[in-house]
């Protein structure tokens, strides 16, 4: 089982980034799929979540400025983050967990920096 993440980088505050997840070895529609971040110094923070019957849930710091997505069809899941803030930076992940926590697994991380 592989988890790709994509799309992190530097960009100035009120700017967007689209961070991607590409799974292989798993669907992406049967698990609950969801965006972890961690900042330097900081406990690993879960940022949104959607589960296999397309529920979606976020942290209340990101509501209304993220929205996370799964395409199917490509297996990969979606992070769409706009108004980005620098309190946003973050080394941010993609898990994947199953039903009854059988079957948890994370990507390597990608960065997202936002200059203020």
């Known amino acids: 089982v592989q988890l790709v993440e994509s799309g992190g980088g530097l960009v100035q505050a009120g700017e967007s980034l689209s961070l991607s997840c590409a799974a292989s070895?798993?669907?992406?529609?049967?698990?609950?799929m969801r965006w972890f971040r961690q900042a330097p110094g900081k406990q690993r923070e879960l940022v949104a979540g959607?589960?296999?019957?397309?529920?979606?849930n976020y942290v209340d710091s990101v509501k209304g400025r993220f929205t996370i997505s799964r395409y199917n069809a490509n297996n990969t899941m979606y992070l769409q983050m706009n108004s980005l803030k620098p309190e946003d930076t973050a080394v941010y992940y993609c898990?994947?967990?199953?039903?009854?926590?059988?079957?948890?697994?994370w990507g390597q991380g990608t960065q997202v920096t936002v200059s203020s």
């Open positions: 070895g798993i669907s992406v529609s049967m698990y609950f």
């Open positions: 959607i589960t296999s019957g397309g529920v979606t």
């Open positions: 898990n994947a967990i199953s039903f009854a926590n059988a079957y948890n697994y």
